[in-house]
T-cell receptor, first 112, second 113 residues
């Protein structure tokens, strides 16, 4: 079946630290991959996406590269800020169905 | 910037009661979705809707659930007889033709007592 697995949280970092949140997927076919972010009390916002192998999505200093050989889409940021504290969701969608399949979410807490 | 809106933001109801959750998708979008997130768990797909009919639904979306697009702007999720386990955050999303990016509303937090 199709599924997404994210690293367990919470992840607690100091400001300006390097961030990696691991995400791996299982899919039949060729999925598009997404990272969504949920700030406290808000809905899900698209952070970045990649639609084919070796694509790199980037936004607000965050990056993720679609790695077909390792079925991964790890989220990275070189220097986190307190304002990045949120829950991060990795997700995939398959062409045709449109529905998103989410990972369990990873809570990031950045301390000053 | 256009956005998806949802009402109400919070709803408390008694077990067995009917609830209707409302969403206004982005105006030119053609695909509509409902997801739910039980507290502390992952976001789960419920149903997708296109061209005035359900295109896909999950096993969660049983006979107690229904969706409707009653006019050109609203998209509703009805739960006929709520159960305690229906307590969750319900998210509406929409997307345009030719893109896979879904835009989410802020959610409705439903509490069934």
């Amino acid at each position: 079946g199709n599924s997404v697995t994210q690293m367990e949280g919470p992840v607690t970092l100091s400001e300006e630290a390097f961030l990696t949140i691991n995400c791996t997927y299982t899919a039949t076919g060729y999925p598009s991959l997404f990272w969504y972010v949920q700030y406290p009390g808000e809905g899900l916002q698209l952070l970045l996406k990649a639609t084919k192998a070796d694509d790199k999505g980037s936004n607000k200093g965050f990056e993720a590269t679609y790695r077909k050989e390792t079925t991964s889409f790890h989220l990275e940021k070189g220097s986190v800020q307190v304002s990045d504290s949120a829950v991060y969701f990795c997700a995939l969608s398959l062409v045709g169905t449109g529905k998103l399949i989410f990972g369990q979410g990873t809570t990031l807490q950045v301390k000053p | 910037e256009p956005e998806v809106t949802q009402t109400p933001s919070h709803q408390v109801t008694q077990m067995g009661q009917e609830v209707i959750l409302r969403c206004v998708p982005i105006s030119n979008h053609l695909y509509f979705y409902w997801y739910r997130q039980i507290l502390g768990q992952k976001v789960e797909f419920l149903v997708s809707f296109y061209n005035n009919e359900i295109s896909e639904k999950s096993e969660i979306f049983d006979d107690q659930f229904s969706v409707e697009r009653p006019d050109g702007s609203n998209f509703t999720l009805k739960i006929r007889s709520t159960k305690l386990e229906d307590s969750a955050m319900y998210f509406c999303a929409s997307r345009d033709l030719g893109t896979e990016t879904q835009y989410f509303g802020p959610g409705t937090r439903l509490l069934v007592l």
